[in-house]
């Protein structure tokens, strides 16, 4: 309290001072005893980011629980969730820059079964380096290299479609970052599993596959309704999916053993597997009790 009081002294002295010397009048300030903020003061912190909160910024956030940044394919949705019902999903929004074709290029192995296994995209002919750019507007969720895709950019979209564009020789877009229709994503190559260079392009919606030719037309590109209308017709292929996978070998030679039981073999990868099945890799760790990091073995064996 002297020490206030002391302080505030030498300031009154050192104000008649300087009044003196200007030969100025002055008023000596006495403070209150009682003094009161006029501005109280506030601690304000940002708030803190949810998981919530960051979903609700990423596309078609009202289909999807979460944006996965790791895994390349989505948990699929059953299709018997359709109950003998559809949904239509807006292609060609005027509010966005519509759809831009990947590459322009002949399609060299379409859709549908192969000898030994199922090609759930289109491979589009392209030489190792010319630009690949992204089909409709959305938010990269993927953008990696993967033991089968190579180099791959996984888009997500705002009517709940995702468009998938593998074996790129460069990936020129990061994850969590927007793009429009026709922008540059990468370069094409012939990274992963891939016999020559060219784009393979796939269309999914909820993990599951859809035909890019039930919506495109490579031909002629442009889009064949603006409008697509999803239901159990759209997912007829998967009974001939399925059979084609059992029955016959698979890209690299790996086979389903009874019991829908794959072996692991040199080079192997949870991504690659679930690739290869049509499958999800969420879908085979809750199967097997497993994680996405667990280290794979020779010789063990896989619920897919």
């Not at 290029?105 to 750019?133: N, Q």
């Not at 026709?182 to 012939?190: E, K, M, R, V």
């Not at 890209?251 to 829908?260: D, F, Y």
Request: proline content about 4%; aromatic content about 10%.
């Amino acid at each position: 309290m002297k020490k206030t009081f002391s302080a505030f002294l030498l300031f009154s002295l050192l104000q008649v001072a300087f009044a003196f010397a200007g030969n100025k009048t002055i008023t000596l300030l006495v403070p209150n005893p009682n003094p009161t903020d006029t501005v109280p003061y506030v601690l304000t912190e940002e708030p803190v980011s949810t998981c919530a909160d960051t979903l609700s910024l990423s596309p078609a956030f009202d289909l999807y629980s979460e944006f996965d940044t790791e895994n390349i394919h989505y948990t699929k949705f059953h299709i018997d969730s359709l109950h003998g019902g559809s949904r239509k999903i807006a292609l060609n929004d005027p509010n966005s820059c519509g759809y831009v074709p990947p590459f322009i290029g002949k399609i060299t192995c379409p859709w549908g079964p192969h000898r030994r296994y199922f090609h759930y995209g289109v491979d589009i002919d392209l030489e190792t380096g010319e630009a690949v750019g992204a089909a409709f507007d959305g938010k990269v969720r993927i953008a990696k290299k993967s033991t089968s895709y190579g180099n791959v950019v996984v888009i997500r979209h705002s009517n709940g479609l995702e468009t998938y564009y593998a074996h790129l020789s460069k990936i020129n877009v990061e994850v969590g970052q927007e793009v429009f229709a026709g922008d540059i994503i990468g370069l094409g190559g012939n990274t992963g599993y891939s016999r020559g260079s060219h784009l393979h392009f796939e269309v999914r919606y909820l993990g599951q596959p859809i035909n890019p030719a039930d919506l495109i037309s490579f031909t002629d590109c442009h889009l064949l309704e603006d409008t697509l209308l999803i239901n159990k017709e759209t997912f007829k292929y998967y009974a001939k999916a399925t059979k084609t996978t059992k029955n016959g070998n698979v890209a690299n030679g790996g086979k389903l053993l009874a019991g829908n039981v794959y072996v692991i073999k040199q080079g192997d990868s949870l991504s690659a597997i679930a690739h290869r099945y049509g499958v999800s890799v969420a879908v085979i760790c809750k199967k097997n009790g497993i994680s996405t990091s667990s280290v794979l073995r020779l010789g063990q064996k896989l619920k897919i």
